[in-house]
């Protein structure tokens, strides 16, 4: 069983930066590919970002390719998400999910965060 739990959401202007981290219970941290997903109002829940066990591999939706980075710590047991140049379409709650398969699709992974909202202002 994995408990995750998010932090770091908040408001901010267009153009600014959020860290999102997500802290993990457990001690197989390592053994979970982690992922970051969002669900803007009215809108399905989407993939924005994985990580590979070790952090060597990641992979980015292409609506946040090199504005948004995912890396992990695994021996605090912990995944962020930096996010830089955010705009107002990044405006979402941020789910950060722990699976065992490397893959983006949300059915493989296992184990959910409770959410974080981000809000980005025009």
């Known amino acids: 069983q994995v408990q995750l739990v998010e932090s770091g959401g908040g408001l901010v202007q267009a153009g600014g930066s959020l860290r999102l981290s997500c802290a993990a219970s457990?001690?197989?941290?390592?053994?979970?590919?982690m992922g970051w997903f969002r669900q803007a109002p009215g809108k399905e829940r989407e993939f924005v970002a994985r990580?590979?066990?070790?952090?060597?591999?990641?992979v980015y939706a292409d609506s946040v390719k090199g504005r948004f980075t995912i890396f992990r710590e695994n021996a605090k047991n912990m995944v962020h998400l930096q996010m830089n140049s955010l705009e107002p379409e990044d405006t979402a709650v941020y789910y950060c999910?722990?699976?065992?398969?490397?893959?983006?699709?949300?059915?493989?992974?296992?184990?959910w965060g409770q959410g974080t909202q981000v809000t980005v202002s025009s």
């Open positions: 457990g001690r197989t941290f390592s053994r979970y590919v």
């Open positions: 999910a722990a699976g065992r398969a490397w893959v983006g699709t949300m059915s493989a992974y296992e184990y």
């Open positions: 990580i590979s066990w070790s952090g060597d591999s990641t």
